[in-house]
Protein backbone atom coordinates (compact mmCIF):
# COMPACT_ATOMS: atom_id res chain seq x y z
CA UNK A 1 0.00 0.00 0.00
CA UNK A 2 1.03 3.57 -0.96
CA UNK A 3 2.08 5.61 1.77
CA UNK A 4 1.67 9.85 1.98
CA UNK A 5 3.31 12.15 4.56
CA UNK A 6 0.90 15.11 5.45
CA UNK A 7 2.40 17.73 6.88
CA UNK A 8 -0.03 19.22 9.67
CA UNK A 9 -2.58 18.07 11.29
CA UNK A 10 -5.15 21.50 11.85
CA UNK A 11 -9.22 21.17 11.78
CA UNK A 12 -8.98 22.61 8.55
CA UNK A 13 -6.65 20.13 7.45
CA UNK A 14 -8.14 16.95 8.15
CA UNK A 15 -9.78 16.88 4.84
CA UNK A 16 -6.61 15.82 3.16
CA UNK A 17 -6.14 13.35 5.69
CA UNK A 18 -9.18 11.61 5.05
CA UNK A 19 -9.07 12.20 1.52
CA UNK A 20 -6.11 10.08 1.35
CA UNK A 21 -7.37 7.53 3.63
CA UNK A 22 -10.54 7.42 1.14
CA UNK A 23 -8.04 6.85 -2.03
CA UNK A 24 -6.43 3.92 -0.43
CA UNK A 25 -3.03 5.51 0.95
CA UNK A 26 -1.50 4.88 4.89
CA UNK A 27 -1.48 8.24 5.99
CA UNK A 28 1.31 9.87 8.19
CA UNK A 29 1.02 13.13 9.54
CA UNK A 30 3.77 15.51 10.98
CA UNK A 31 2.68 18.44 13.71
CA UNK A 32 4.40 20.24 16.28
CA UNK A 33 1.54 20.82 18.53
CA UNK A 34 0.58 17.82 20.76
CA UNK A 35 -3.25 18.39 20.76
CA UNK A 36 -3.83 18.67 16.62
CA UNK A 37 -6.83 17.00 16.04
CA UNK A 38 -5.02 15.40 12.92
CA UNK A 39 -3.36 13.05 14.60
CA UNK A 40 -6.87 10.62 15.94
CA UNK A 41 -7.31 10.52 11.60
CA UNK A 42 -4.04 9.66 10.67
CA UNK A 43 -2.69 6.17 10.66
CA UNK A 44 0.41 7.48 12.18
CA UNK A 45 1.48 10.78 13.93
CA UNK A 46 4.88 12.22 14.74
CA UNK A 47 5.30 15.02 16.85
CA UNK A 48 7.72 16.86 14.80
CA UNK A 49 7.59 20.66 13.70
CA UNK A 50 6.43 20.68 9.65
CA UNK A 51 9.34 23.30 9.41
CA UNK A 52 11.83 21.01 10.52
CA UNK A 53 13.03 19.79 7.09
CA UNK A 54 15.92 17.08 8.24
CA UNK A 55 13.87 15.98 10.75
CA UNK A 56 10.27 15.60 8.33
CA UNK A 57 13.14 13.95 5.87
CA UNK A 58 14.39 11.42 8.54
CA UNK A 59 10.72 10.60 8.92
CA UNK A 60 9.62 10.12 5.74
CA UNK A 61 12.81 8.08 4.97
CA UNK A 62 12.09 6.00 8.01
CA UNK A 63 8.36 5.45 6.45
CA UNK A 64 9.72 5.13 3.00
CA UNK A 65 6.93 7.21 1.54
CA UNK A 66 5.99 7.50 -1.84
CA UNK A 67 4.70 11.17 -1.41
CA UNK A 68 4.36 14.67 0.24
CA UNK A 69 1.45 17.20 1.27
CA UNK A 70 1.86 20.35 3.00
CA UNK A 71 -1.70 20.81 2.69
CA UNK A 72 -3.25 24.49 3.06
CA UNK A 73 -0.04 25.58 5.33
CA UNK A 74 2.16 28.27 3.55
CA UNK A 75 5.06 27.26 6.16
CA UNK A 76 5.24 23.31 5.45
CA UNK A 77 5.40 24.03 1.81
CA UNK A 78 8.97 24.52 1.51
CA UNK A 79 9.71 21.53 3.64
CA UNK A 80 7.21 19.67 0.96
CA UNK A 81 9.80 20.41 -1.73
CA UNK A 82 12.68 19.93 0.05
CA UNK A 83 11.69 16.48 1.20
CA UNK A 84 10.39 15.36 -2.32
CA UNK A 85 13.41 16.64 -3.84
CA UNK A 86 15.67 15.10 -1.65
CA UNK A 87 13.96 11.31 -2.03
CA UNK A 88 13.35 12.38 -5.40
CA UNK A 89 9.16 12.07 -5.77
CA UNK A 90 6.29 14.32 -6.76
CA UNK A 91 6.78 18.06 -6.22
CA UNK A 92 7.57 21.16 -7.43
CA UNK A 93 11.34 22.99 -7.37
CA UNK A 94 12.20 24.21 -4.16
CA UNK A 95 14.05 27.28 -4.82
CA UNK A 96 10.13 27.87 -6.37
CA UNK A 97 8.43 26.87 -3.59
CA UNK A 98 11.33 29.05 -1.58
CA UNK A 99 10.74 32.45 -3.96
CA UNK A 100 6.66 32.08 -3.36
CA UNK A 101 7.25 31.38 0.20
CA UNK A 102 9.47 34.73 1.12
CA UNK A 103 7.48 38.08 0.44
CA UNK A 104 11.20 39.69 -0.67
CA UNK A 105 12.42 37.19 -2.90
CA UNK A 106 9.10 37.12 -4.76
CA UNK A 107 8.73 40.98 -5.01
CA UNK A 108 12.50 40.32 -6.57
CA UNK A 109 11.43 37.59 -8.67
CA UNK A 110 8.40 39.87 -9.99
CA UNK A 111 10.93 42.77 -11.01
CA UNK A 112 13.67 40.66 -12.57
CA UNK A 113 10.57 38.87 -14.40
CA UNK A 114 8.70 42.25 -15.51
CA UNK A 115 5.80 41.70 -13.58
CA UNK A 116 3.84 44.74 -12.26
CA UNK A 117 5.24 44.95 -8.41
CA UNK A 118 4.45 47.16 -6.16
CA UNK A 119 7.39 49.21 -4.67
CA UNK A 120 8.86 47.51 -1.54
CA UNK A 121 12.10 46.99 0.61
CA UNK A 122 12.93 44.74 3.09
CA UNK A 123 14.59 44.80 6.62
CA UNK A 124 14.96 43.32 9.62
CA UNK A 125 14.54 46.12 12.39
CA UNK A 126 12.82 49.12 12.50
CA UNK A 127 16.74 51.32 12.89
CA UNK A 128 17.35 49.74 9.79
CA UNK A 129 14.50 50.85 7.91
CA UNK A 130 15.02 54.36 9.52
CA UNK A 131 15.51 57.16 6.75
CA UNK A 132 13.61 55.39 3.66
CA UNK A 133 10.72 56.75 4.34
CA UNK A 134 11.27 59.31 1.22
CA UNK A 135 11.17 56.01 -0.75
CA UNK A 136 7.86 55.46 -0.59
CA UNK A 137 4.32 57.31 -0.99
CA UNK A 138 1.64 56.54 1.94
CA UNK A 139 0.02 54.81 2.63
CA UNK A 140 1.53 51.56 2.86
CA UNK A 141 1.84 48.53 4.46
CA UNK A 142 4.25 46.84 6.77
CA UNK A 143 4.05 42.72 7.08
CA UNK A 144 6.21 39.61 7.79
CA UNK A 145 8.44 38.23 4.95
CA UNK A 146 7.04 34.65 5.63
CA UNK A 147 3.52 34.60 6.88
CA UNK A 148 0.25 33.89 5.43
CA UNK A 149 -3.49 34.71 6.59
CA UNK A 150 -2.72 38.25 7.46
CA UNK A 151 -0.97 37.56 10.29
CA UNK A 152 1.40 40.17 11.46
CA UNK A 153 0.09 42.79 8.72
CA UNK A 154 -0.20 46.69 9.27
CA UNK A 155 -1.83 49.28 6.87
CA UNK A 156 0.11 52.75 7.48
CA UNK A 157 -1.21 55.78 6.60
CA UNK A 158 1.12 57.92 9.02
CA UNK A 159 4.92 57.04 9.89
CA UNK A 160 3.86 57.76 12.99
CA UNK A 161 3.04 54.04 13.75
CA UNK A 162 5.95 52.42 12.00
CA UNK A 163 7.65 51.36 14.81
CA UNK A 164 4.82 49.40 16.34
CA UNK A 165 3.66 48.00 13.07
CA UNK A 166 7.24 46.79 12.54
CA UNK A 167 7.17 45.00 15.96
CA UNK A 168 3.76 43.37 15.37
CA UNK A 169 5.09 42.05 11.71
CA UNK A 170 8.51 40.87 13.15
CA UNK A 171 6.12 38.95 16.11
CA UNK A 172 5.07 37.05 13.24
CA UNK A 173 7.85 36.45 11.26
CA UNK A 174 10.24 33.02 11.74
CA UNK A 175 13.06 34.77 9.90
CA UNK A 176 13.19 37.98 11.83
CA UNK A 177 12.37 39.77 8.50
CA UNK A 178 9.76 42.24 7.12
CA UNK A 179 8.66 43.96 4.14
CA UNK A 180 6.90 47.51 3.84
CA UNK A 181 5.10 47.74 0.35
CA UNK A 182 3.11 50.61 -1.50
CA UNK A 183 -0.43 49.94 -0.59
CA UNK A 184 -2.19 49.45 -3.95
CA UNK A 185 -5.81 50.63 -4.79
CA UNK A 186 -7.94 48.42 -6.49
CA UNK A 187 -10.37 49.60 -9.30
CA UNK A 188 -13.13 46.76 -8.36
CA UNK A 189 -14.56 46.16 -5.24
CA UNK A 190 -13.16 43.66 -3.77
CA UNK A 191 -9.65 42.03 -4.09
CA UNK A 192 -9.70 39.18 -6.17
CA UNK A 193 -8.45 36.00 -4.38
CA UNK A 194 -8.89 32.23 -4.05
CA UNK A 195 -7.14 29.44 -5.26
CA UNK A 196 -5.55 27.85 -9.24
CA UNK A 197 -4.81 24.15 -9.60
CA UNK A 198 -2.04 23.87 -11.95
CA UNK A 199 -1.26 19.99 -13.92
CA UNK A 200 1.52 19.31 -15.85
CA UNK A 201 2.53 23.19 -16.02
CA UNK A 202 -0.84 24.38 -16.88
CA UNK A 203 -3.67 25.85 -15.13
CA UNK A 204 -6.83 23.87 -15.19
CA UNK A 205 -8.91 25.46 -12.24
CA UNK A 206 -9.49 28.69 -12.05
CA UNK A 207 -11.02 29.33 -8.19
CA UNK A 208 -10.66 33.15 -8.66
CA UNK A 209 -13.33 34.94 -5.76
CA UNK A 210 -14.39 38.09 -4.29
CA UNK A 211 -12.57 38.39 -0.52
CA UNK A 212 -14.65 39.57 1.99
CA UNK A 213 -13.18 41.81 4.50
CA UNK A 214 -14.80 42.84 8.32
CA UNK A 215 -13.46 46.97 8.62
CA UNK A 216 -15.29 46.34 11.93
CA UNK A 217 -12.97 43.14 13.40
CA UNK A 218 -10.17 44.01 10.82
CA UNK A 219 -9.67 45.09 7.21
CA UNK A 220 -6.92 42.99 6.51
CA UNK A 221 -8.14 39.64 7.79
CA UNK A 222 -10.28 37.87 5.19
CA UNK A 223 -13.56 36.49 6.08
CA UNK A 224 -14.77 34.57 3.52
CA UNK A 225 -15.36 34.24 -0.09
CA UNK A 226 -18.34 34.31 -2.96
CA UNK A 227 -18.16 33.30 -6.81
CA UNK A 228 -17.88 34.58 -9.47
CA UNK A 229 -15.63 37.64 -9.12
CA UNK A 230 -17.14 41.13 -9.88
CA UNK A 231 -14.34 41.86 -12.06
CA UNK A 232 -14.67 42.80 -15.66
CA UNK A 233 -14.70 40.40 -18.36
CA UNK A 234 -11.30 41.49 -20.15
CA UNK A 235 -9.19 42.29 -16.48
CA UNK A 236 -10.17 38.45 -15.55
CA UNK A 237 -8.76 37.76 -18.76
CA UNK A 238 -5.22 39.92 -17.44
CA UNK A 239 -5.60 37.77 -14.44
CA UNK A 240 -5.74 34.68 -15.74
CA UNK A 241 -2.83 35.18 -18.44
CA UNK A 242 -0.71 37.00 -15.43
CA UNK A 243 -1.33 33.99 -13.51
CA UNK A 244 -0.50 31.42 -16.46
CA UNK A 245 2.81 33.40 -16.67
CA UNK A 246 3.88 33.28 -13.24
CA UNK A 247 3.47 29.08 -12.89
CA UNK A 248 5.36 29.17 -15.92
CA UNK A 249 8.24 30.98 -15.46
CA UNK A 250 8.69 29.03 -11.73
CA UNK A 251 8.33 26.22 -13.62
CA UNK A 252 5.27 24.92 -11.30
CA UNK A 253 4.47 21.39 -12.40
CA UNK A 254 1.60 19.81 -9.90
CA UNK A 255 -0.17 21.66 -6.98
CA UNK A 256 -2.94 23.60 -6.10
CA UNK A 257 -1.83 27.30 -5.51
CA UNK A 258 -3.29 30.18 -3.32
CA UNK A 259 -3.87 33.53 -5.20
CA UNK A 260 -4.25 37.09 -3.80
CA UNK A 261 -4.78 39.50 -6.85
CA UNK A 262 -5.38 43.50 -7.29
CA UNK A 263 -6.42 45.35 -10.52
CA UNK A 264 -5.41 49.14 -10.02
CA UNK A 265 -6.60 52.07 -11.56
CA UNK A 266 -4.33 52.27 -14.69
CA UNK A 267 -5.66 48.31 -15.57
CA UNK A 268 -2.05 46.66 -14.18
CA UNK A 269 -2.30 43.28 -12.72
CA UNK A 270 -0.12 43.11 -9.04
CA UNK A 271 0.16 39.84 -7.71
CA UNK A 272 0.13 40.49 -4.01
CA UNK A 273 0.16 37.03 -2.27
CA UNK A 274 1.14 33.52 -4.10
CA UNK A 275 1.52 30.47 -1.96
CA UNK A 276 2.38 26.97 -3.63
CA UNK A 277 -0.65 24.96 -1.81
CA UNK A 278 -4.05 25.02 -1.58
CA UNK A 279 -5.65 27.57 0.38
CA UNK A 280 -7.12 27.70 3.90
CA UNK A 281 -10.35 28.45 5.48
CA UNK A 282 -11.95 25.43 3.33
CA UNK A 283 -11.34 27.13 0.11
CA UNK A 284 -10.75 23.66 -1.83
CA UNK A 285 -14.05 22.31 -0.83
CA UNK A 286 -15.81 25.62 -1.82
CA UNK A 287 -14.54 25.34 -4.98
CA UNK A 288 -15.40 21.48 -5.01
CA UNK A 289 -18.70 22.47 -4.91
CA UNK A 290 -18.50 25.13 -7.41
CA UNK A 291 -16.75 23.34 -10.21
CA UNK A 292 -18.10 19.89 -9.50
CA UNK A 293 -14.78 18.16 -8.53
CA UNK A 294 -12.98 16.65 -5.41
CA UNK A 295 -10.15 19.56 -5.44
CA UNK A 296 -8.92 18.17 -2.00
CA UNK A 297 -8.37 14.68 -3.80
CA UNK A 298 -6.85 16.81 -6.76
CA UNK A 299 -4.43 17.90 -4.05
CA UNK A 300 -3.48 14.52 -3.31
CA UNK A 301 -3.42 12.91 -6.38
CA UNK A 302 -0.59 15.27 -7.29
CA UNK A 303 1.26 14.86 -4.08
CA UNK A 304 1.28 11.43 -4.99
CA UNK A 305 2.23 11.48 -8.99
CA UNK A 306 -1.60 10.34 -9.96
CA UNK A 307 -3.32 10.82 -12.68
CA UNK A 308 -6.82 13.24 -11.87
CA UNK A 309 -9.91 11.27 -11.57
CA UNK A 310 -11.66 14.13 -12.85
CA UNK A 311 -11.37 17.47 -13.98
CA UNK A 312 -13.17 20.31 -13.27
CA UNK A 313 -16.62 21.52 -15.12
CA UNK A 314 -17.60 25.17 -15.25
CA UNK A 315 -18.39 27.02 -12.46
CA UNK A 316 -21.74 27.30 -11.09
CA UNK A 317 -22.72 30.26 -9.29
CA UNK A 318 -23.56 31.66 -6.45
CA UNK A 319 -21.75 30.04 -3.64
CA UNK A 320 -19.77 32.08 -0.90
CA UNK A 321 -17.97 30.64 2.68
CA UNK A 322 -18.14 32.77 5.87
CA UNK A 323 -15.36 32.54 8.19
CA UNK A 324 -17.42 32.92 11.78
CA UNK A 325 -15.28 35.02 13.65
CA UNK A 326 -15.66 37.61 17.46
CA UNK A 327 -14.62 41.13 17.84
CA UNK A 328 -13.97 40.50 21.31
CA UNK A 329 -12.58 37.35 23.57
CA UNK A 330 -15.07 35.25 25.06
CA UNK A 331 -16.32 31.96 25.99
CA UNK A 332 -18.31 30.17 23.57
CA UNK A 333 -21.39 29.18 24.81
CA UNK A 334 -23.83 28.75 21.06
CA UNK A 335 -24.20 30.40 18.06
CA UNK A 336 -27.41 31.78 16.43
CA UNK A 337 -28.03 32.79 12.52
CA UNK A 338 -31.21 35.26 11.51
CA UNK A 339 -34.12 33.08 10.00
CA UNK A 340 -33.10 34.72 6.16
CA UNK A 341 -29.43 34.49 6.64
CA UNK A 342 -30.27 30.90 8.10
CA UNK A 343 -32.27 29.81 4.39
CA UNK A 344 -28.72 29.95 2.79
CA UNK A 345 -26.53 27.98 5.07
CA UNK A 346 -25.51 24.50 2.81
CA UNK A 347 -22.97 23.47 5.29
CA UNK A 348 -21.56 24.92 9.09
CA UNK A 349 -18.38 23.59 10.85
CA UNK A 350 -18.15 24.74 14.22
CA UNK A 351 -14.76 24.43 15.75
CA UNK A 352 -15.57 25.89 19.36
CA UNK A 353 -17.93 23.67 21.80
CA UNK A 354 -19.40 25.32 24.66
CA UNK A 355 -16.88 26.29 27.30
CA UNK A 356 -14.28 27.05 24.67
CA UNK A 357 -12.25 30.21 24.74
CA UNK A 358 -12.40 32.35 21.36
CA UNK A 359 -10.48 35.30 20.68
CA UNK A 360 -10.56 38.80 18.59
CA UNK A 361 -10.62 38.39 14.85
CA UNK A 362 -7.21 39.75 14.42
CA UNK A 363 -5.86 36.80 11.98
CA UNK A 364 -7.21 34.16 10.13
CA UNK A 365 -6.07 31.30 12.30
CA UNK A 366 -8.96 32.58 14.91
CA UNK A 367 -11.78 32.12 13.17
CA UNK A 368 -14.83 30.26 15.51
CA UNK A 369 -15.90 27.80 12.40
CA UNK A 370 -16.83 28.95 9.03
CA UNK A 371 -20.30 28.40 6.99
CA UNK A 372 -21.22 27.57 3.37
CA UNK A 373 -23.65 29.79 1.39
CA UNK A 374 -25.99 29.14 -1.67
CA UNK A 375 -27.85 32.14 -3.10
CA UNK A 376 -29.89 32.43 -6.34
CA UNK A 377 -28.52 35.64 -7.66
CA UNK A 378 -25.68 38.22 -7.54
CA UNK A 379 -27.33 41.05 -6.11
CA UNK A 380 -29.03 38.41 -3.29
CA UNK A 381 -25.34 37.38 -2.32
CA UNK A 382 -23.61 40.20 -2.13
CA UNK A 383 -26.06 42.23 -0.04
CA UNK A 384 -26.71 39.19 2.08
CA UNK A 385 -22.59 39.00 2.87
CA UNK A 386 -22.46 43.03 3.39
CA UNK A 387 -24.74 42.31 6.58
CA UNK A 388 -23.65 39.28 7.40
CA UNK A 389 -22.17 40.27 10.80
CA UNK A 390 -25.68 41.66 11.80
CA UNK A 391 -27.24 37.81 11.23
CA UNK A 392 -25.06 36.28 13.27
CA UNK A 393 -25.03 36.30 17.23
CA UNK A 394 -22.03 34.79 19.05
CA UNK A 395 -23.45 33.64 22.56
CA UNK A 396 -20.61 33.73 25.42
CA UNK A 397 -20.43 33.61 29.11
CA UNK A 398 -20.55 37.15 29.65
CA UNK A 399 -24.06 37.40 28.52
Known amino acids: MKKILLLGGSAQQIAAIETAKRLGYDTVLCDYLTDNPGQYHADKFYLVSTTDREAVLEVAKKENIDGILAYASDPAAPTAAFVAEKLGLPGNPLESVETLCNKDRFRAFLKKNQFCVPESMAFSDCESFAGNELQFHLPVIVKPVDSSGSKGVTVLRSWDGIKAAVDFALSFSRCGRFIVEEFIEKKHPYLIGGDIFVKDGQVILWGLMNCHR ?153 AIGILFLKYDSEKEMLQSLDRITNDIHIEDDSE
Open 214 to 366: DPSVNPLVPVGKSYPPVVQDADLNRVKETLQRLVTALQIRDCGMNVEVIIDQNDRVFLIDIGPRNGGNMIPELLSLIFDVDVVEMAVRSAMGEPLAALPHDGKPYYATHNLHAAKTGTFRGIHFAPELESHIIRREIYKKPGDTFRCFDNAAK
